[in-house]
């Protein structure tokens, strides 16, 4: 499939492509796939161990680099004082690019052992160092987000990466979000291929010849929300691009936006206090 070849994105592209899991030259096919699909957004992390992954599929690609907007995230690891800026900087090179388009802590420092004052201004300074175009959290509730808000004074929080699909609407959060300013970006946004048993998103999902992961991505783009689904098959990869051009109804987005079981899926026993 021949490349698409786009012009630079002036914001952060609102489907993107995870790189959890895709690892080797397994994961290598599936990235260099998503974008001969048209993904443009690459998200990965230090604790993926995918950024080698990422670098070598966007060398093969041959795209031009203004075309990509690609994210890393910092890990826990690394908040340490003048820690953070030399692990951007690493991943940096283990991608091989000269600058990242997005930053994000990937998780507040676990039980709270760091305050944020040790590392958000860190995360200010690889801006400032050109390491990055943007900068962002991961996981943080709306606690944390106001104080890191603080912390950055004029540095804008581009986006909040946090866990929500149809199942778990995550709302105060998102809502808060979305109010300041701060775009939320949806990881486990198709809850891992499980919503195919959900008789409400099924239906919809017939009616318009559509996958049920293509119905939660669409409603999750129609909230304003970015999504970063993935998969290491072709098939899925294609078919989560095309949750783009679904149009679904107000009606029906009403009745998936009902569908909230309230039950994340990712809670670790030392992470944030969640709202």
């Given at each position: 499939?021949?490349?698409?070849?786009?012009?630079?994105?002036?914001?952060?592209?609102?489907?993107?492509?995870?790189?959890?899991?895709?690892?080797?030259?397994?994961?290598?096919?599936?990235?260099l796939?998503?974008?001969?699909?048209?993904?443009?957004h690459?998200?990965?992390?230090?604790?993926?161990?995918?950024?080698?992954?990422?670098?070598?599929?966007?060398?093969?690609?041959?795209?031009?680099?203004?075309?990509?907007?690609?994210?890393?995230?910092?890990?826990?690891?690394?908040?340490?004082?003048?820690?953070?800026?030399p692990?951007?900087?690493?991943?940096?090179?283990?991608?091989?690019?000269?600058?990242?388009?997005?930053?994000?802590?990937?998780?507040?420092?676990?039980?709270?052992?760091?305050?944020?004052?040790?590392?958000?201004?860190?995360?200010?300074?690889?801006?400032?160092?050109?390491?990055?175009?943007?900068?962002?959290?991961?996981?943080?509730?709306?606690?944390?987000?106001?104080?890191?808000?603080?912390?950055?004074?004029?540095?804008?929080?581009?986006?909040?990466?946090?866990?929500?699909?149809p199942?778990?609407?995550?709302?105060?959060?998102?809502?808060?979000?979305?109010?300041a300013?701060?775009?939320?970006?949806?990881?486990?946004?198709?809850?891992?291929?499980?919503?195919?048993?959900?008789?409400?998103?099924?239906?919809?999902?017939?009616?318009?010849?559509?996958?049920?992961?293509?119905?939660?991505?669409?409603?999750?783009?129609?909230?304003?929300?970015?999504?970063?689904?993935?998969?290491?098959?072709?098939?899925?990869?294609?078919?989560?691009?095309q949750?783009?051009?679904?149009?679904?109804?107000?009606?029906?987005?009403?009745?998936?936006?009902?569908?909230?079981?309230?039950?994340?899926?990712?809670?670790?026993?030392?992470?944030?206090?969640?709202d």
């Amino acid at each position: 499939m021949e490349l698409q070849r786009d012009a630079q994105p002036e914001i952060m592209p609102g489907l993107g492509f995870g790189t959890y899991g895709r690892q080797g030259e397994d994961g290598i096919s599936a990235i260099l796939c998503a974008l001969e699909t048209g993904y443009r957004h690459l998200d990965t992390a230090q604790d993926y161990d995918t950024e080698a992954e990422v670098g070598e599929a966007i060398r093969r690609a041959g795209l031009p680099r203004e075309a990509l907007f690609v994210t890393t995230k910092v890990r826990p690891a690394n908040f340490g004082p003048g820690d953070l800026v030399p692990s951007v900087a690493r991943s940096l090179e283990t991608m091989g690019l000269d600058r990242a388009d997005l930053v994000l802590i990937h998780w507040p420092a676990p039980n709270g052992e760091r305050p944020l004052s040790d590392y958000i201004p860190q995360l200010a300074e690889a801006r400032a160092q050109g390491l990055t175009r943007h900068v962002g959290v991961s996981n943080f509730p709306v606690a944390l987000l106001t104080e890191a808000r603080a912390l950055l004074g004029d540095v804008p929080i581009l986006t909040n990466q946090v866990e929500l699909n149809p199942w778990f609407r995550n709302r105060t959060l998102a809502d808060h979000c979305m109010g300041a300013g701060i775009r939320v970006t949806c990881y486990q946004p198709i809850a891992q291929g499980r919503l195919g048993g959900d008789p409400v998103i099924a239906r919809i999902a017939a009616r318009h010849g559509a996958t049920p992961e293509q119905v939660a991505l669409a409603w999750e783009l129609a909230q304003g929300y970015a999504a970063i689904p993935t998969s290491s098959r072709p098939e899925h990869i294609r078919g989560n691009w095309q949750a783009q051009q679904l149009d679904l109804s107000p009606g029906e987005l009403a009745e998936i936006d009902a569908l909230n079981r309230g039950r994340r899926s990712i809670d670790p026993d030392w992470g944030p206090a969640w709202d």
